[in-house]
């Protein structure tokens, strides 16, 4: 049986650079600006859910 591989890390463990690099690949056009307020975002969302 083939084997299934994960390509992103669980919210819990993922951190401000991680969430920067993925949110940055998704949407490439974004402002820094953007790019932090959607980090932050996420981050208060991961620790707010934990």
Known sequence: MPQGRSEL???LL???EY???????VRPG??????ERRVEARMRAVTWNS
Do not use: K, N, W, Y
């Open 9 to 11: 890390v669980p919210g």
């Open 14 to 16: 993922q951190t401000d």
């Open 19 to 25: 969430a920067r690099a993925v949110i940055t690949a």
């Open 30 to 35: 974004l402002s820094p600006d953007e790019t």
